[in-house]
């Protein structure tokens, strides 16, 4: 199966290091791709939205399946386009149609569904700029700290957590007034601040049958501790010690299910990946909010830990034959550091030469993947912000957390940065 994988980053390399161990998998490519995906695949120029490029690779590759990274591309309906265009018409692909991918595409949707179908969140008011008074009256209202979110896609950024109303008020007006985030925040919604351990559960579904991938817990912020800024993950934990089967069978029954059958319900094709964030409230799963393919450090964790031809589990999904192709699961844990360029979330160098890499692979149990590279002749190159995931495999939390660590240490470049504290919240649980 000519097989060909969309997007740039740690989750694309990890697709196609796991794709490439697949007897079905005959050729494989990733368009753009990033260093690490050029030593297992072909790699193509090619964006992610250049729908039109795209379309005329899979004529000349052949290929027989796309397997969509990221989520832009979803949203913006790659697959109602290539389902309409009668060169890929025929070529299954894993990722949700358009109005699948509204569940992230739009956080005031996603809020409606889960409200139309019992499904537990955070309270929430969704507002534009037309009732921006009746906004700020309904802010002066709610408890502190208030959670403002940006309704469309902005690069992870959306989500601000106010704690006062002040600085609700003067955020809410960036948004809506000022276009903080763009045509992103041309609605926001206001929701009700969830307190509890956060988590991400992860399904595979052919939009009937579905299994649930491994859960697993990422870092966000930049600083050890969980401080300074959002970023777009400092690394990832996998299985999460609190998440066992009584919390895990209360996720499936409350929030999986009711999603899958409100999706058919309302007459969404939705052949893809669902990644549910949850927040554990005294046991009880409340979910922050849906994303439509697999997240960015999870992947180097969750797919680790998967056992069995993964082209034929994809190929399942996108074809509506889920059921005869399920995936075992590891019993290991996987932990991932994120290492990224100095300044990063904010301002950033590229180009750097990065240096051992093959040394921190040659070491038992670890594994890069590589987020923001390039390859120039035999050199490799900081390329983005979160640059590499080294992720380590092990028996137990500390094992896997010993091999990531060690296998960070390995590699430098000018300013690299990594948390060194990931997976220590959870060792503190015991």
Not at 154 to 180: N, P, R, T
Not at 363 to 392: C, Y
Request: proline residues 4%.
């Amino acid at each position: 199966m000519h097989i060909l994988v969309l997007g740039s980053g740690g989750r694309e390399h990890t697709f196609a290091w796991k794709l490439a161990q697949s007897p079905s998998c005959t050729k494989l490519f990733v368009a753009p791709g990033n260093a690490g995906t050029a030593a297992i695949a072909q790699n193509l120029a090619l964006a992610v939205d250049d729908f039109e490029g795209i379309a005329a690779a899979c004529v000349e590759e052949k290929i027989e399946l796309i397997v969509v990274g990221p989520e832009d591309p979803l949203v913006k309906g790659i697959v109602d386009t290539f389902q309409k265009d009668p060169r890929t018409a025929g070529i299954p692909i894993v990722g949700p149609d358009q109005a699948g991918a509204q569940l992230e595409g739009s956080k005031d949707f996603s809020k409606r569904f889960m409200q139309e179908n019992n499904i537990p969140t955070a309270a929430y008011a969704t507002f534009t700029a037309e009732n921006l008074e009746e906004g700020l009256a309904y802010l002066r209202q709610q408890p502190l700290p208030i959670v403002l979110k940006a309704d469309g896609l902005a690069a992870g950024k959306g989500v601000l957590i106010c704690e006062s109303h002040e600085d609700a008020a003067q955020s809410f007006k960036e948004m809506l007034v000022d276009k903080k985030f763009g045509q992103a925040s041309s609605k926001v919604v206001v929701e009700a601040f969830l307190s509890g351990i956060e988590l991400s559960v992860f399904v595979a579904t052919d939009g009937t049958a579905y299994q649930l991938l491994p859960a697993a817990k990422d870092y966000k912020r930049i600083g050890e501790g969980d401080t300074g800024l959002n970023t777009g993950g400092m690394g990832a934990v996998s299985p999460v010690p609190f998440a066992d089967s009584t919390f895990l069978s209360k996720v499936e029954e409350r929030i999986v299910k009711p999603t899958l059958s409100g999706l058919q319900a309302a007459g969404i094709s939705y052949k893809g990946f669902l990644f549910i964030g949850l927040m554990n409230v005294g046991g009880d799963p409340f979910v922050i909010e849906y994303n439509v393919r697999m997240g960015d450090p999870e992947t180097e964790v969750v797919l680790p830990r998967l056992e069995g031809d993964f082209a034929l589990f994809l190929k399942g999904m996108a074809t509506g034959t889920l059921d005869q192709a399920k995936l075992e699961v590891s019993s290991d844990t996987c932990t991932t550091v994120v290492m990224v360029a100095g300044g990063y979330p904010e301002g950033y160098a590229k180009g750097d030469s990065i240096f051992g890499i093959s040394e921190a692979e040659a070491l038992p149990g670890v594994q890069v993947f590589h987020a923001g590279t390039k390859k120039q002749g035999d050199e490799i190159f900081s390329n983005g912000g979160r640059v590499l995931a080294i992720t380590g495999k092990g028996k137990d939390l500390e094992e896997a957390l010993a091999a990531s660590y060690a296998g960070a240490a390995k590699i430098c470049w000018n300013h690299v940065y990594y948390r060194k504290d990931i997976g220590q919240d959870l060792l503190a649980l015991g």
